[in-house]
């Protein structure tokens, strides 16, 4: 078996797409998710509350505090009910194993995340992938497959590019077919829309939406995310859905950081901050062809070659600027990108000495 393995990892690390684990350098951070800087800034200590979990919601860690997290959660995002899970991919993982069944249909936007996709692997039902972002493409293939159920599933924004789905268009294409939406908000919460309730509430189409889960990894930088949908939804997931029921609980303390951060009004002078800093960012790159939408966090810049990239970041790093290169396989062939997520914490200098580095 060892020798199985070490066949697989050899014939990566010859392709040059061998993962490795790195201690993050201390230097400018243009690679990081906290887009609104909370990880740095929140110190969340409640003397009162356990930081400690003792067992899963079903069994010892179920608590006042959890529930009512969950209630401000489903009210913040006007949402019927919400379902806290301990992170983004057992969200995923979780809520598509669990509704997906035999006779049903799913199609994905093929640029939809790795959780989303090992969801769909674990349930009983037939996958269809559509062109990333294509209506007409989507259009077509839900017009020759009529199932029992069909569902539709895309991210508001996606990580991989910084490009934002078409929201509007695909929930009335929902409409016409009657398919179920389902949207991965994980990179647009806290971001876009009022309090930074996400793109879906921005685009106003929360009645069309089946579920939407937002997680706080990211712009609200702690841990957990949400499911949110009707409240016949949540009592389904937590009676299937695996990655809910077999999963220890959050702390209280984590909770109630949940709890506070989401309706914090600060967030509004960070969000705005962000936004400017992206609008900053743009304009001094000008000429530079970047896929992202000029919204996002997340700038992307696409390479063919993967030597041409890797000399791009060796020469950021020169100046302590730290970014990620994205290579195969996590994007395809020939389409290899600089990442660059700013934040509202980066200053107009460092984004300055950015800029400068990309335009050499």
């Known amino acids: 078996m ?22 993050p350098d201390q230097g400018i951070d243009f690679f990081s998710n906290d887009y609104l800087g909370l990880s740095k800034r929140a110190n969340y200590n409640y003397e009162a509350l356990p930081n400690g979990s003792t067992g899963s919601r079903l069994l010892s860690g179920n608590s006042i505090i959890a529930e009512e997290c969950e209630s401000i959660l489903a009210n913040h995002f006007d949402s019927k009910s919400a379902l806290v899970y301990g992170s983004g991919y057992a969200a995923n993982l979780g809520l598509l194993s669990a509704i997906l069944q035999r006779g049903d249909v799913v199609f994905y936007d093929q640029y939809i995340h790795a959780s989303s996709r090992d969801g769909i692997r674990l349930s009983l039902a037939d996958s269809v992938s559509f062109k990333h972002n294509d209506l007409k ?9 009529r199932f029992q159920n069909n569902y539709v599933l895309v991210e508001s924004l996606y990580s991989m590019d910084g490009d934002l789905a078409p929201l509007k268009e695909i929930a009335s294409i929902c409409d016409e077919y009657n398919a179920y939406l389902i949207v991965d908000e994980a990179h647009a919460a806290g971001i876009y829309g009022e309090m930074g309730k996400g793109l879906c509430f921005e685009n106003k189409i929360l009645s069309k939406v089946f579920a939407r889960v937002i997680t706080f990894g990211k712009a609200y930088g702690i841990h ?25 609980a959050l702390p209280p303390s984590d909770y109630r950081a949940i709890s506070e951060l989401v309706q914090h009004k600060e967030l509004n002078e960070l969000r705005a901050g962000l936004q400017k800093n992206i609008s900053f960012f743009r304009d001094l790159c000008g000429v530079k062809s970047f896929l992202s939408d000029p919204t996002s966090p997340i700038q992307i810049l696409e390479f063919e070659e993967s030597k041409e990239l890797e000399a791009i970041v060796s020469g950021l790093k020169k100046h302590s600027i730290y970014t990620k290169g994205i290579y195969p396989p996590t994007v395809p062939v020939g389409k290899s990108r600089l990442r ?14 950015l800029a400068n580095c990309l335009l050499k």
């Open 137 to 145: 493409d989507l259009s077509n293939k839900l017009s020759k497959k």
């Open 224 to 248: 957990g995310a949400t499911v949110l949908g009707s409240e016949i939804l949540k009592e389904y997931l937590i009676n299937f859905s695996r990655s809910f029921i077999y999963s220890t």
């Open 2 to 23: 060892n020798e199985r393995l070490l066949k697989k990892l050899l014939k990566r690390k010859e392709s040059g797409n061998l993962r490795t684990l790195e201690i």
């Open 340 to 353: 660059l997520c700013l934040h509202a914490f980066n200053s107009q200098k460092e984004i300055e000495i």
